[in-house]
């Protein structure tokens, strides 16, 4: 992935026809459509109003993160788009991508930088990082990459880097309240309420993001590791039903669908299942503040 969306390369085509990628999951046999999407595992950022080059390397230099120029970038105009990941196990629920797309664009608008708001559709594709086919566009191309090692192109001083966490944007970008005014006859102690509500609400996303991760992960996979697979991700469930964040049958029922699919046999998925769980029992509570915070 970082070499294909750091590499520029050079296409004769029309721009339409180029080749293009998503970062989310749908079903099989969905069609590409925002309704289908079932997570969004990173957040693109198009950056097409002219701030500098150094401007849009800097956004975020706390996260792991890749850069390129995109095709109608100049050195007077530049355009750059910017993908930041989110931690490979917790991608961001679909029903939660309206409310992070919001606060990634606040988050961008303070540190000074604009963003095309056509990317908050979480089925929309990118195009690589392609270019016409003249030397200028070859000559002004640029791309970075930032992570536990940097890569090419990176010009910023070495450092840890973490995942950016769609649960901490959301957290500390939210919505504006409305004017003051206009909430004065509603001041009360619902308004405490309200925030432990949704902060409750982000904590079950969150938790069922993850379980919704490790099951997709474990329909997918080959016969190697399928149990291992399978007694973590019902370890996990026994540690967020002890926080409080999931229904375990339920997610212990999306589990056990995706190992039958994996082509584990139904008594030993059970089997599994029931060790994982039981061993998530006496482990500690499933700290999702903590993660929600990386």
Known sequence: MVRALTRH???????????????????????????????????VLDCDSGESLDTLEELGDDYARLGHTSWSHTTGHPKVRLVFPFHPERPCPAEEWAGVWGAAARWAASQGVQVDQAAKDPSRLYFGPYIPPDVVAREEAESWVYGPEEGPGARLPARTRRWLSWAWLIT??????????????????????????????????????????????????????RNSSLFG????????????????????????????????????????????????GADPAFDLDREMGQ
């Open 9 to 43: 390369r050079v296409w004769t085509g029309e721009k339409i026809n180029a080749p293009a990628w998503s970062p989310v999951v749908i079903p099989d046999g969905e069609r590409r459509a925002a309704k289908n999407v079932s997570t969004v595992s990173m957040l």
């Open 172 to 225: 500390t970008y939210p919505e504006p309240e409305p004017e003051l005014a206009a909430r004065v006859p509603d001041i009360s102690f619902g308004s405490e309420y309200d925030s432990t509500d949704r902060h409750e609400r982000r904590r079950r996303s969150f938790a069922t993001g993850l379980v919704r991760y490790r099951a997709a992960k474990l329909a997918g996979a080959g016969s190697g590791g």
């Open 233 to 280: 991700a019902a370890r996990m469930v026994a540690q967020l039903g002890t926080a409080g964040a999931v229904d375990t049958s339920v997610a212990l029922g999306e589990l056990e669908a995706a190992a039958l699919q994996s082509g584990l046999g139904a008594k030993e998925t059970r089997r599994t299942i029931a060790s994982g769980f039981a061993a998530g």
